[in-house]
């Protein structure tokens, strides 16, 4: 059974047991640290394991995904600020703009831990359902008129694995997520939807079809979307 492990240095600790592993190892996942053990290890076995590793886990710790007075930048404009707060110390608070927003941080609150990045992220995400209305919306209206063509609806979704959808109705849902891509990735989760208006599989007349759409890009596009480092814990 999975359990939590609360450390000061190291966040909060994800620990599993795997059947045929003979050693413990571990990993950051998302911001947080993944640790494996063999089947049957007790927790203070697992300490112990944990501070031999500690050195080396905390060298690979991934960088503070958000900063005080750096921005993060997004395509159509978009930019969310971050700034420390003593009003609320314990607090983290999103300020929103159709643009963006600004997000204040307690000052009592650690930046770069695996708890305070999710907390932001949550936050972005909300922040996102809205902005896509605004900005995903307007632009995915304009692809397919472009290509001559009619869903018989939009819609702004908050799914986090998937990006895009297009019922049997022709209805084409589009994740709020689509808020931090750059604009040719957002461009080809649209026209993948778009393509399956005419399409409602992934067979080699879908792809061709897609490619046509994006440019003879498609390759590309996929290939990048699979290596996007995203700027949100999703």
């Known amino acids: 059974m999975p ?5 000061r240095e190291l966040g909060v600790i994800e620990v599993r047991e795997r059947r045929g592993s003979s050693r413990f190892s571990a990993r950051w996942k998302e911001g947080g640290l993944v640790v494996i053990t ?25 960088a503070a995904m958000f900063e005080i007075g750096h921005p993060l930048q997004l395509d159509g404009e978009i930019t969310y600020h971050f700034e420390s707060s003593q009003l609320h110390p314990d607090k983290i608070m999103l300020h929103p703009s159709d643009n963006g927003g600004v997000v204040s941080i307690g000052s009592n609150l650690q930046l770069g831990t695996p708890a305070t990045d999710a907390a932001i992220s949550r936050l972005l995400i909300m922040s996102a359902y809205r902005l896509a209305h605004i900005h995903i919306l307007p632009r995915a209206a304009e692809l397919a008129a472009g290509l001559k063509l009619k869903p018989a609806g ?46 409602m599989n992934h067979s080699e007349r879908f792809h061709r079809l897609c490619n046509l759409y994006c440019g003879g890009r498609e390759a590309e596009l996929i290939r990048r979307l699979r290596n996007h480092r995203w700027q949100i814990l999703r």
């Open 3 to 7: 359990y939590n492990l609360d450390d």
């Open 154 to 199: 939009w819609k702004i979704a908050r799914g986090r694995r998937t990006l895009g959808t297009c019922s049997g109705r022709g209805i084409i849902s589009l994740s709020s997520l689509l808020i931090f891509l750059p604009q040719e990735l957002r461009d080809y989760i649209i026209y993948h939807e778009l393509a399956h208006l005419t399409e």
């Open 38 to 62: 063999p089947v049957g290890v007790s927790r203070n076995e697992t300490l112990k394991a944990i501070d031999a590793m500690r050195a080396r886990l905390l060298a690979r710790r991934p």
